[in-house]
C-alpha cells in the first residue's frame, strides 16, 4: 500500500509550479503566484484525490421556482416563469434538489444518468 504524500514545487509568477501525489501519478499545475487561496486551492484538489466519493456528500442546492408578474402595456399582466431541472432518488423517488451540470449535460446528450441511490444513501436492487 503506498503512502501518499503532497509534494509542491513553487515557481514564480508566471511559470507553472507543479504539485504532485508521492504515493500515485495525480499530478496537478498552477500558474498563480503561491499565495494563500492558491495554497488552499492545491490542498483541496488533493483532498479531494484521496477521497473521490467526498464532493457526493455535500447537500444539493435547492432552487425554488420564480414566477415574475410584471404590468404590460394597455394594462395587460406579463408572467414569466423561472424553473430549475430538479434530480430525484432513483432508489426511492424523492427530491434531492438541483441537477448538477454533468446531469444536464449527460440528459443533454442523450446518455444515461448516473445512479444518484448512493448519494440519498438507498439501496437498490443493482447495488
Known amino acids: 500500500m503506498s503512502t ?3 509534494v509542491n514545487d513553487w515557481q514564480a509568477g508566471g511559470t507553472p509550479s507543479t504539485h504532485t501525489c508521492k504515493g ?25 484525490h484521496l477521497d473521490p466519493m467526498a464532493g ?24 414569466s416563469r423561472r424553473v430549475t431541472i430538479k434530480r430525484s432518488c432513483d432508489g426511492c423517488g424523492e427530491s434531492l434538489g438541483d441537477a448538477t451540470e454533468a446531469e444536464l449535460e449527460a440528459a443533454m446528450c442523450g446518455h444515461t444518468l448516473p445512479s444518484v441511490a448512493a448519494e440519498h444513501g438507498c439501496q437498490t436492487g443493482a447495488d
Do not use: F, I, S
Open 4 to 6: 501518499h504524500q503532497l
Open 24 to 48: 500515485c501519478p495525480w499530478t496537478v499545475e498552477t500558474y498563480a503566484k503561491p499565495r494563500q487561496e492558491t495554497a488552499a486551492a492545491v490542498q483541496a484538489a488533493y483532498n479531494a
Open 56 to 79: 457526493l456528500t455535500m447537500p444539493r442546492k435547492d432552487t425554488a421556482d420564480v414566477v415574475t408578474v410584471r404590468p404590460g402595456p394597455n394594462g395587460t399582466v406579463r408572467k
